[in-house]
């Protein structure tokens, strides 16, 4: 165990996929030392491949054990595996397999990113080596502005990043021409030199000249072994470290996201497309939740504005309003002076309504008539703009009086042409118009409170509605009194007048409680729709990271080759997805508020918005990110290095 530094015993290897399984290395015994230059040759197809990759780490023998440095390689675990292939073992491919996005200085870069060298040291060293290979004047150029020699060079680079003490060279000079292989052997001729272990694979004997042993490979089984210059210089052999601790955690989140941002870049147009849907989500929920909020907010205060302080009595039980309808007798105008008497009570006063057509002139329009009392303007803090509201010795006297609302005044009275004194039309009665109310808007559900008249409820009940019951009745609370005690107050009154609980009474807290739990509902189904929408965004997301892995599968099988734990390929790509989840969600956020304030802008509707939704969405689109990321993520992280690399 003592001196062997790679140790093979009776190593085979045997291929399943694809039907026959086909043994392709064959009981392979073989050791070597620190320090040795061997160059192993064989036909093509031979094994010669296999038994490199055996090797270095990235494949597994199916039979027989392989000792490092006396650590049986079987024993060690997927983490440790990749230690080996980052720190101790440097690969060079015959195609280089150098990631053609990332300079050279990026590429030779690469295998320090996974031992968590800092961006500064890391560029320095990849630097200096490339400057020592003669490529000074080429650092920031892209493999494909590299001739194939220079192209290797940077790959012995990478090798040599994390000190390299064994380099495996598969066929290194194979795709290049003479002189740049010969430039190539030197570099490793010298390498060998400063100590480095080489082992080189070809089948060109000039090539496999350059080494100190050589070993031949036919049909998967050693047939020769010879040792050729034995003067071996060998006294600074690389000292020989021992196993590094893996470092835990994520000592490449830097990298991560750089190489998440070029590949985002790189397809600008699937970015954009997969993110659209998290846009989408996003921003649905940001504006719709501010046009929820505006109209909740809206209703709210148009409801206060209608005074906190009111009751409302109503024709029919709560259950049973409809089918009482018009048979019900109650509330009669007798009702008023008990209803009045009742402590706590400041006035009262009733409230019908019905559409009629009201004519001045030539001009007909559809108004809202009101019979009401002539308390109407204190009960609902209304004031009259012009003229009066009627009085109680009208209301007594049945007199065929009217107030008119602005938008009646506006459109029947056009260009301030005075309404006082005039005759308007209702149902074919003629009524004098005495007042005109002040603007008071519309209600909640849209209709416009102004297109009215009011009359004396005498009047309208006899002329107009052709009934005397009123449809509900408006109590105003004195202030300071208390409301349940006046409701309570109410309800024993009317009980005792009618006999039986043919009314119901409400008050403004519960037209309160019932319009916010309707705008809730109402809240809860819009963010539904948006969750939905993010769901359907993540599932773009996913679809689109799939592809992604499969497009880069040589990518992680490089990135294995030379170090990245699994771990690091699955953050790879768990970064990616989750900054297009990020970046969409910032998108979807700013599109969101925009949306808002143009749809206010235009429909004149009020937008309010507020914290909550933007966090909830947006953090709604991160965990869309890792949750649909993350499957692509593992599948690229469970991706056998092997089969990765040899894939186009
Ligand atoms: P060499 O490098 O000497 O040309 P390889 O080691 O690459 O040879 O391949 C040796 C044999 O193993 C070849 O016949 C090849 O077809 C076969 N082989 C290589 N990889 C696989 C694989 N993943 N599955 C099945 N057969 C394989
Ligand atoms: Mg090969």
Redesign the pocket.
Same mark, same amino acid.
């Given at each position: 165990m003592s001196s062997s530094f790679l140790e093979l015993n009776a190593i085979s290897r045997t291929?399943t996929? =694809?039907g026959e399984p086909?043994t392709?290395l064959k009981e392979v015994s073989l050791v070597i030392q620190s320090g040795e230059f061997m160059a192993i040759m =064989?036909?093509? &197809?031979? =094994?010669?491949?296999?038994?490199?990759n055996i090797i270095g780490c990235l494949d597994k023998p199916s039979n027989g054990t392989y000792f490092i440095r006396g650590v049986e390689v079987a024993r060690l675990n997927g983490d440790e595996l990749a230690a080996l292939r980052r720190d101790t073992f440097g690969f060079i491919f015959q195609r280089y397999n150098l990631m053609p996005d990332l300079s050279a200085v990026e590429n030779a870069e690469v295998p320090a990113v996974y031992c968590g060298m800092s961006k500064t040291n890391r560029e320095k060293h990849a630097s200096d080596l490339l400057q020592e290979l003669g490529l000074s004047h080429r650092l920031n150029h892209y493999p494909s502005q590299l001739s194939g020699g220079q192209q290797q060079r940077v790959s012995i680079a990478r090798a040599l990043m994390n000190g390299g003490p064994v380099i495996l060279a598969?066929e290194p000079t194979g795709a290049i021409d003479s002189q740049g292989g010969k430039e190539v052997m030197n570099i490793l001729k010298n390498l060998h030199g400063q100590g480095h272990t080489i082992i080189l694979?070809t089948h060109d004997s000039d090539i496999a000249a350059y080494a100190n042993r050589i070993v031949r490979?036919t049909d &998967?089984r050693i047939v020769a072994d010879e040792q050729h210059q034995k003067e071996d210089s060998g006294q600074h052999e690389k000292s020989v470290e021992t196993l590094k601790k893996v470092k835990p955690g994520v000592a490449v989140l830097g990298e991560s996201l750089k190489m998440a941002i070029r590949s985002l870049v790189h397809n600008r147009m699937r970015t954009a497309l997969t993110m659209l849907g998290i846009i989408i989500g996003v921003a649905s929920v940001v504006t719709l939740m501010a046009i929820g909020n505006g109209a909740k907010q809206d209703v709210l205060e148009r409801i206060q504005a209608m005074g906190t302080d009111l009751l409302t009595i109503e024709r029919g039980t709560r259950s049973s309003q409809h089918v009482s309808g018009g048979t019900v007798t109650s509330f009669l105008p007798e009702d008023l002076p008990s209803i009045d008497s009742v402590p706590g009570v400041a006035m009262a006063i009733p409230e019908t309504e019905l559409s009629s057509l009201l004519r001045f002139g030539n001009q007909d329009m559809m108004v809202t008539v009101v019979g009401t009392g002539e308390d109407f303007p204190q009960v609902h803090d209304w004031p009259t703009q012009s003229g009066v509201f009627f009085t109680a010795e009208h209301v007594k006297r049945y007199a065929q009086v009217v107030t008119l609302g602005q938008t009646v005044t506006k459109n029947l009275f056009p260009n301030g042409s005075n309404p006082l004194g005039q005759y308007v039309l209702i149902n074919n009665a003629p009524f004098m118009v005495i007042g005109v109310q002040s603007s008071k808007g519309s209600t909640s559900r849209g209709d416009d409170r102004d297109n009215a008249a009011w009359l004396p409820y005498t009047t309208a009940g006899a002329r107009i509605f052709g009934q005397r019951f009123f449809r509900h009745i408006i109590v105003r609370v004195k202030p300071g009194a208390d409301m349940s005690v006046v409701q309570a107050g109410l309800h024993t009154l009317l009980i005792d007048r009618h006999g039986k609980e043919d009314f119901n009474i409400r008050n403004m807290a519960d037209t309160i409680a019932t319009a916010n739990e309707t705008q809730n509902t109402l809240t809860y189904l819009l963010a539904s729709i948006a969750v939905i929408s993010l769901v359907v965004g993540g599932i773009g997301v996913m679809n689109i990271m799939l592809v992604s892995v499969t497009e880069r599968t040589r990518e992680i099988g490089i990135r294995m080759a030379i170090g990245a734990r699994r771990f690091d390929v699955l953050f790879q790509f768990l970064t990616e997805a989750v900054m297009v989840c990020f970046i969409g969600g910032i998108a979807g956020v700013v599109i969101g508020i925009s949306g808002g304030l143009f749809t206010s802008a235009i429909s004149g509707w009020r937008v309010i918005f507020t914290v909550t939704p933007v966090v909830i969405s947006f953090a709604c689109a991160f965990l869309t990110g890792i949750i649909f990321g993350y499957i692509p993520a593992r599948k690229a992280a469970q991706l056998d290095p092997?089969?990765a690399l040899?894939r186009e």
């Open positions: 291929y996929s =694809g086909l392709v =064989g036909a093509s &197809g031979s =094994g010669k491949s296999t038994l490199m598969d694979v490979i &998967g092997i089969e040899s």
